[in-house]
């Protein structure tokens, strides 16, 4: 019985820690495909020349009327490597079976992002205890949400036109 006591009093600590965190604009988080953390300060992301047209691509196409399986279908037919491909590459980790196949879904992650318009989206899941694993979907009023704390890949008109 004791030791429950500490293991709850211990996740509430975290979990206070880690909500002011997240509310002061800090990332909790890796970044996403087309940033990469400032070498001098890891709380920054900042744009990754490498992957960033890729990202600006995937919007510009959607604006322009195509669809997320076309999208997938161009970047495939381009030979542009897939998330996983170019983190394993920098990671000196060995390349997936096809580093080159985008799928819908791929797409469709890129264009549900706010993150790609430089603001910080803290909190999208949660768990209702420290002993449940499974994450649930946060609603957006409960998410934390800071804008302009990196530099945007897309605009924010781009990005709600999509």
Same mark, same amino acid.
């Given at each position: 019985? *004791?030791?429950? *006591?500490? $293991?709850?009093?211990? $996740?509430?600590?975290?979990?206070?820690?880690?909500?002011?965190?997240?509310? $002061?604009? +800090?990332? /909790?988080?890796?970044?996403?495909? %087309?940033?990469? /953390?400032?070498?001098?300060?890891?709380? #920054?992301?900042?744009?990754?020349?490498?992957?960033? =047209?890729?990202?600006? #691509?995937? *919007?510009?196409? !959607?604006?322009? %009327?195509? %669809?997320?399986? #076309?999208? @997938? +279908?161009?970047?495939?037919?381009?030979?542009?490597?897939?998330?996983? @491909?170019?983190?394993?590459?920098?990671? %000196?980790?060995? /390349? =997936?079976?096809?580093?080159?196949?985008?799928?819908?879904q791929t797409v469709v992650s890129f264009l549900e992002r706010v993150d790609y318009t430089g603001c910080v989206c803290n909190f999208k899941t949660y768990s209702k205890s420290y002993k449940l694993k499974r994450r649930?979907?946060?609603? /957006?009023?409960?998410? @934390?949400?800071? =804008?302009?704390?990196?530099? @945007?890949?897309? !605009? #924010?008109?781009?990005?709600?036109?999509?």
């Amino acid at each position: 019985m *004791f030791n429950e *006591f500490y $293991s709850r009093d211990t $996740s509430k600590k975290i979990r206070a820690v880690i909500k002011a965190k997240g509310n $002061s604009g +800090k990332h /909790l988080g890796v970044p996403p495909y %087309g940033y990469r /953390l400032d070498p001098e300060d890891k709380d #920054r992301w900042i744009i990754d020349e490498e992957t960033a =047209p890729v990202v600006k #691509r995937v *919007f510009d196409m !959607t604006i322009a %009327g195509t %669809g997320p399986f #076309r999208i @997938a +279908k161009t970047l495939e037919a381009e030979k542009i490597p897939i998330p996983k @491909a170019v983190y394993a590459q920098r990671n %000196g980790k060995p /390349l =997936p079976e096809k580093p080159y196949l985008w799928t819908t879904q791929t797409v469709v992650s890129f264009l549900e992002r706010v993150d790609y318009t430089g603001c910080v989206c803290n909190f999208k899941t949660y768990s209702k205890s420290y002993k449940l694993k499974r994450r649930y979907h946060n609603a /957006l009023e409960n998410m @934390a949400i800071v =804008p302009d704390t990196q530099e @945007a890949i897309v !605009t #924010r008109e781009q990005f709600d036109r999509d």
